[in-house]
């Protein structure tokens, strides 16, 4: 029924910007936080970012703070990670989640309800 599906991925040069969307469907959008994760190649899946579920609250990584921007259109039942300065190191394939609290932007993996296929970014130098 809850069905995320991820967008907008793709191969790009360091110091390119990438806007990846999330659509959700089947679920009560608003009452989930929302984030993104990654995993690349030999690594674990690694968080992101993450927005409750008016938006007001947003965290992010250490390593993508500053560069990267979640927001979400609940009109529309889509979150969006705007990704600028692409590193080669944020090659990953990029993975929509939504959370079990609205509250609070979630950090964690295993606060995650549902999960989307994931999309891969690939970024050369």
């Known amino acids: 029924q809850v069905q995320l599906v991820e967008s907008g991925g793709g191969l790009v040069q360091a110091g390119d910007s990438l806007r990846l969307s999330c659509a959700a469907s089947?679920?009560?959008?608003?009452?989930?936080?929302m984030g993104w994760f990654r995993q690349a190649p030999g690594k674990e899946r690694e968080f992101v970012a993450a927005i409750n579920w008016n938006g007001i609250t947003q965290r992010y990584s250490d390593s993508v703070k500053g560069r990267f921007t979640i927001s979400r259109d609940n009109a529309k039942n889509t979150v969006y990670l705007q990704m600028n300065n692409l590193r080669p190191e944020d090659t990953a394939v990029y993975l929509c989640?939504?959370?079990?609290?609205?509250?609070?932007?979630?950090?964690?993996?295993?606060?995650?309800?549902?999960w989307g296929q994931g999309i891969q970014v690939t970024v050369s130098s």
């Open positions: 089947g679920l009560t959008f608003s009452a989930y936080s």
């Open positions: 989640a939504a959370g079990t609290s609205r509250v609070a932007a979630l950090t964690s993996s295993r606060l995650y309800n549902y």
